[in-house]
């Protein structure tokens, strides 16, 4: 079974920048496809962006396409999303997903 650990997020004002990481222990990330979704009070959690196992980029939310990216390097078994241009609607707790496992997210809030 996978651990996976979210860190990186935090407080940012609209336009800037933040990059989560994912790491992973217990297993290898990089035998695995591997997923970050948000959430906010009230509302289903959604898949933000997907890395496949070779490293591409599988699925991006259309809301964060052209700001946010995902990476790995599978050499640390880490995940990375970076979030550029954030915005006040990109406020929610970051979770990595992989295999059924989940970390236990990282809040981001965007706001001046």
């Known amino acids: 079974q996978v651990q996976l650990v979210e860190s990186g997020g935090g407080l940012v004002q609209p336009g800037g920048s933040l990059r989560l990481s994912c790491a992973a222990s217990?297993?290898?990330?990089?035998?695995?496809?591997v997923d970050w979704y948000r959430q906010t009070a009230g509302k289903q959690r959604e898949m933000v962006a997907r890395i496949t196992i070779g490293g591409t980029t599988a699925y991006l939310l259309d809301s964060v396409r052209g700001r946010f990216t995902v990476s790995r390097d599978n050499a640390k078994n880490t995940v990375y999303l970076q979030m550029n241009s954030l915005k006040p609607e990109d406020t929610a707790v970051y979770y990595c997903?992989?295999?059924?496992?989940w970390g236990q997210g990282t809040q981001v809030t965007v706001s001046l």
């Open positions: 997903h992989s295999m059924g496992n």
């Open positions: 217990g297993s290898w990330v990089s035998y695995y496809i």
